[in-house]
Nanobody
Framework: QVQLVESGGGSVQSGGSLIISCSAT????????MGWFRQIPESEREGVAI????????YAASVKGRFTISQDAANKNTLYLRMNNLEPDDSAMYFC??????????????????????WGKGTLVTISS
């Protein structure tokens, strides 16, 4: 079991920046991919960015070049998402999730979020124009 807690969400004006964090506890040695997903009401959850244990990353096309996913250098169980040049369309509940199957790359799970194993409860990000 892995427990995930997100933090750092808030309200930002368009063009601004925000960093959200995810802290993982429990059986954290078992995960191979850890990533960020987002969801707005009445829409499906979509992948934003994902980090594989070997250091590979993958991003959704809509955020590439604006968002950066990273692990804390001192604590690999903490994941960050730095979001720059935020747009109103980035407003959503952001969720952290992990996957403990080593067979597939994070890029696959970015497009198939329903196959992530563990989820946090989310942190809300609101961008005003």
């Amino acid at each position: 079991q892995v427990q995930l807690v997100e933090s750092g969400g808030g309200s930002v004006q368009s063009g601004g920046s925000l960093i959200i964090s995810c802290s993982a506890t429990g059986d954290t040695d078992s995960y191979y991919s850890m990533g960020w997903f987002r969801q707005i009401p009445e829409s499906e959850r979509e992948g934003v960015a994902i980090f594989d244990r070997d250091g590979r990353t993958a991003y959704a096309a809509s955020v590439k070049g604006r968002f950066t996913i990273s692990q804390d250098a001192a604590n690999k169980n903490t994941l960050y998402l730095r979001m720059n040049n935020l747009e109103p369309d980035d407003s959503a509940m952001y969720f952290c999730a992990v996957q403990n199957n080593p067979g597939l790359r994070g890029a696959y799970y970015l497009k198939n979020p329903d196959q992530m194993n563990y989820w946090g409860k989310g942190t809300l990000v609101t961008i005003s124009s």
